[in-house]
């Protein structure tokens, strides 16, 4: 019971790190996908250096939300493993910033009914599409 616990307690810190992360860095709290991508996504330089530093924030945070998953005992109880597979991504270790980036940018234009969400949330899909973590219970 107490690895259920620190597992389930593990997880949430992993996933509010996430949200706090993600929120304190250049871009404001209220940027929109369609901002993120647009203002910082398709630029140069400065800018897409934010747009990285961004989505590598989030990446970061859901790779160890897969982890997670990925090592969670088979007895954990099924709610707690369906509540952390959407915030966790399961990519191999040759998966690099760029291809986070570039899931985003693939990600933004089918996807423009989105585009007035805030940008974590179109980040996260993105890359919860692109590198699922498989549903094991």
Request: hydrophobic content about 45%; aromatic content about 8%.
């Amino acid at each position: 019971m107490r690895i259920k616990r620190a597992f389930a307690s593990g997880a949430l810190a992993v996933l509010f790190a996430t949200a706090a992360h993600a929120q304190s860095g250049a871009i404001p709290p209220q940027t929109t996908v369609q901002h993120l991508y647009f203002k910082y996504c398709t630029a140069r330089g400065r800018e897409h250096a934010i747009c990285a530093a961004y989505i590598g924030g989030i990446e970061d945070a859901m790779r160890h939300v897969g982890e997670l998953v990925s090592a969670m005992p088979a007895d954990t109880p099924a709610a707690i493993s369906r509540a952390l597979v959407p915030n966790a991504i399961c990519p191999d270790d040759t998966v690099t910033r760029g291809a986070a980036v570039q899931a985003f940018r693939d990600w933004v234009h089918p996807n423009r009914t989105h585009w007035g969400e805030p940008a974590f949330f179109g980040v996260a899909t993105a890359l919860a599409s692109t590198w699922p973590c498989p549903v094991s219970r």
